[in-house]
């Protein structure tokens, strides 16, 4: 992702180095993905211990972990498991007309802020809302904030699964506020009734997301 006059905001200091950390360490583990987890652990050591703790656990796993194994491990749980969706519009739109209107709306907040993404990233990919989020600290809280059930449906979903990828989302909740009435309820009625099905108006965003094989060139 490029950036281009990036804005300051009023924010705790030490959450654009956290939702950074938080970014690197949810994209695909690609071959430069040794240095973002040693990157990832030096910024964790700085932040506040609810969000450190889990940040810290995850980059202790992935180091012993094999690179080949944690790919593998990232494709399944990630690429091959609709509960455990990176891309966060699915959560309240499913694959609907409703999504795409979603996903055009997040190009536009990035293109206000002076940001382009690339053709090979779709907007609302973890990774890439927590990349903007450490850039334009206001405008990305309130885009995880919009999608805090979503968040939080993902992050029980990869615990239930006992994934390492649980820890970052655990460090992810824990730079926000807690869930209270219309995100407790919003968060329930998505595990009883999962998102809308609507099988239409995705294009061009949504056809990379769901694809019957894996899909390994996420946000880097």
């Excluded at 924010?11 to 040693?38: H, K, T």
């Amino acid at each position: 992702m490029k950036r281009k006059n990036t804005r300051t905001s009023r924010v705790e200091p030490w959450l654009p180095a956290a939702w950074q950390a938080q970014s690197l360490l949810l994209a695909y583990p690609d071959e430069e993905f040794e240095q973002r987890l040693a990157l990832a652990a030096r910024v964790a050591a700085t932040l506040p211990d609810p969000v450190a703790r889990p940040l810290l656990r995850f980059t202790a796993h992935a180091e012993r972990t094999a690179a080949v194994d944690r790919a593998a491990a990232y494709v399944a749980t990630f690429d091959h498991r609709k509960r455990c969706c990176l891309y966060l519009t699915y959560y309240a739109h499913g694959d609907t007309r409703k999504r795409g209107i979603a996903l055009l709306r997040l190009k536009q907040t990035y293109a206000a802020a002076g940001w382009r993404l690339g053709d090979e990233e779709l907007p609302d990919h973890l990774a890439v809302v927590l990349e903007f989020a450490a850039a334009d600290p206001a405008a990305g809280a309130r885009l995880l904030t919009e999608h805090r059930a979503g968040l939080e449906l993902l992050r029980l979903a990869l615990n239930d699964d006992g994934s390492p990828w649980a820890h970052v989302l655990d460090s992810v909740s824990a730079t926000l506020p807690p869930l209270a009435g219309d995100d407790r309820e919003a968060v329930l009625r998505l595990a009883a009734e999962g998102p809308p099905e609507e099988q239409v108006g995705l294009d061009p965003y949504a056809a990379p997301v769901f694809l019957p094989d894996p899909v390994v060139g996420g946000p880097r």
